[in-house]
């Protein structure tokens, strides 16, 4: 099947599963606060951010408060997530920058804010701006492989390989649907392959059979 094919099978399945899915990181929707939510998110989960989030704002109510924050303090309040000692520092510095240059609205500035890759970008671009963008995070980087969408390892080329076959109208939501099937069901360690309504289009079902779970 050409990966156009089974990219179009997926995005109507995944919209049925998932029609709502969206963005968890919450922000206020305040861009900058999304910006810092989703620079934290790195390898911790949405839940530990939000969690934190609230103290931090709390303690510093605008961005410019952020970015004149004592690193100490903010330590304390990060101190429960992973990285957070980096995280710290990104977080500060992203402040100052958007303290005076405020959000930009293109992948190309966007990753000018220190702490800012591609994948951050992507969700601004999508939740912010509205802009078709495909956030390769670590649940859409392994369902890609698996559902036969791309056979690259890097997020810049995977999301190169979903922008070739996925509308742009249907990028922002496919890659929110992708990651709610991650967690949920596709899981890394062990996926509910038995459960899963998208096993018939599955090449990692083929490779390793159906594990009884």
Not at 101 to 124: Q, S
Not at 134 to 159: A, M, Q
Request: proline share 6%; net charge positive; aromatic share 4%.
């Amino acid at each position: 099947m050409k990966r156009e094919d089974r990219a179009g099978i997926l995005i109507e399945e995944l919209k049925a599963l998932y029609p709502k899915a969206e963005c968890r990181l919450k922000y206020e929707g305040v861009p900058e606060k999304l910006v810092v939510a989703t620079i934290l998110s790195a390898q911790t989960t949405d839940a530990a951010v939000n969690k934190i989030t609230p103290a931090l704002w709390e303690r510093y109510p605008t961005i410019l408060d952020l970015s004149l924050a004592d690193r100490p303090h903010v330590e304390k309040i990060l101190k429960t997530i992973g990285l957070f000692r980096n995280k710290t520092g990104f977080i500060i510095k992203a402040a100052g920058f958007m303290a005076e240059n405020g959000v930009p609205d293109t992948i190309r500035e966007l990753v000018k804010i220190p702490g800012v890759g591609r994948k951050t970008a992507n969700v601004i671009m999508g939740e912010v701006f509205g802009k078709p963008s495909i956030t390769v995070d670590t649940h859409v980087k392994r369902l890609s492989s698996r559902l036969g969408l791309s056979d690259n390892i890097s997020p810049d080329k995977i999301e190169l390989d979903l922008k070739k076959i996925i509308p742009e109208d249907q990028q922002t939501m496919f890659s929110h649907r992708l990651v709610a099937h991650g967690r949920q069901i596709c899981t890394a360690r062990k996926p509910l392959c038995k459960v899963c309504s998208l096993k018939h289009i599955c090449s990692y079902r083929k490779q390793k059979g159906s594990p009884a779970r």
